[in-house]
């Protein structure tokens, strides 16, 4: 019964194309700017993973010092956390460009920019993703450590972090999926990412339904193997029932 009301929609949905439309799409606009385009979807890669490694990075020590530290310091991360998780990323952007060179006096390029805003949000995130994921690690191994006299660092590293990783997969992927579609505003800054090549792109050629559609496969399949990456991570790391 599903397969036929699939083979339905997909029929209504063939019944509604314009295929004469269709055939007037120029293919060839695609092939010749190939290049340019993948260069642009390379960047993004780049551009987001570098991001999250550094809001990974900063994200884990902001959550170990809300474990550690005194209620004024909590409060302090809870609030840094509260304000970039809440922001949206335009916004941010505009504002790590244009308005943090005037409160400093230091200018940043573009790129520089777009990897601050990035990486200042996906810090937000991940601190509380690495806080839920510490919590969830159970207190007796958080005793069994203190027990055995492990110092502080070899407690953390060694028993406590490995745990948490494990439980903050999930959460991780969706968050690095999120930004890698997100990293598409960076456009606004011509940053050189996917979208901002597509854009130059299809303004010189006035193509805008081949390079927008072609874009949109791109970042689908970055999407699709990030995803598969991201459940194979999670199944080769889950702890044996």
Same mark, same amino acid.
């Given at each position: 019964?599903?397969?036929?009301?699939?083979?339905?929609?997909?029929?209504?949905?063939?019944?509604?194309?314009?295929?004469?439309?269709?055939?007037?799409?120029?293919?060839?606009?695609?092939?010749?700017?190939?290049?340019?385009?993948?260069?642009?979807?390379?960047?993004?890669?780049?551009?987001?993973?570098?991001?999250?490694?550094?809001?990974?990075?900063?994200?884990?020590?902001?959550?170990?010092?809300?474990?550690?530290?005194?209620?004024?310091?909590?409060?302090?991360?809870?609030?840094?956390?509260?304000?970039?998780?809440?922001?949206?990323?335009?916004?941010?952007?505009?504002?790590?460009? =244009?308005?943090?060179?005037? /409160?400093?006096?230091? %200018?940043? &390029?573009? @790129?520089?920019?777009? !990897?601050?805003?990035?990486? $200042?949000?996906?810090?937000?995130?991940?601190?509380?993703?690495?806080?839920?994921?510490?919590?969830?690690?159970?207190?007796?191994?958080?005793?069994?450590?203190?027990?055995?006299?492990?110092?502080?660092?070899?407690?953390?590293?060694?028993?406590?972090?490995?745990?948490?990783?494990?439980?903050?997969?999930?959460? =991780?992927?969706?968050?690095? /999926?999120?930004?890698? %579609?997100? &990293?598409? @505003?960076?456009?606004? !800054?011509?940053?050189?990412? $996917?979208?901002?090549?597509?854009?130059?792109?299809?303004?010189?050629?006035?193509?805008?339904?081949?390079?927008?559609?072609?874009?949109?496969?791109?970042?689908?399949?970055?999407?699709?193997?990030?995803?598969?990456?991201?459940?194979?991570?999670?199944?080769?790391?889950?702890?044996?029932?």
């Amino acid at each position: 019964m599903s397969l036929v009301l699939g083979l339905g929609v997909v029929a209504a949905i063939l019944a509604t194309v314009n295929w004469s439309f269709v055939g007037t799409l120029d293919a060839s606009v695609i092939v010749k700017y190939s290049g340019p385009l993948l260069e642009g979807a390379g960047k993004t890669l780049v551009i987001t993973a570098v991001s999250l490694v550094a809001g990974f990075v900063l994200g884990g020590c902001l959550a170990i010092l809300y474990q550690l530290a005194p209620r004024l310091v909590r409060a302090a991360i809870w609030a840094y956390v509260e304000v970039f998780r809440n922001l949206p990323l335009i916004v941010l952007l505009f504002w790590t460009h =244009f308005g943090l060179p005037m /409160l400093t006096g230091y %200018s940043t &390029s573009a @790129l520089q920019s777009g !990897l601050l805003a990035l990486t $200042l949000q996906s810090s937000a995130y991940l601190t509380d993703i690495t806080r839920a994921g510490i919590q969830a690690v159970p207190r007796g191994q958080f005793e069994a450590a203190r027990a055995l006299g492990l110092p502080v660092a070899s407690r953390w590293f060694d028993v406590i972090l490995p745990q948490a990783l494990r439980i903050m997969i999930p959460p =991780f992927s969706n968050v690095a /999926l999120s930004f890698l %579609s997100g &990293s598409s @505003l960076l456009t606004v !800054l011509q940053v050189g990412e $996917l979208m901002t090549m597509a854009t130059r792109i299809s303004d010189y050629t006035f193509k805008p339904i081949e390079v927008m559609t072609t874009a949109a496969a791109v970042y689908f399949v970055m999407n699709f193997v990030v995803g598969k990456l991201a459940k194979w991570l999670e199944v080769s790391t889950r702890t044996p029932a």
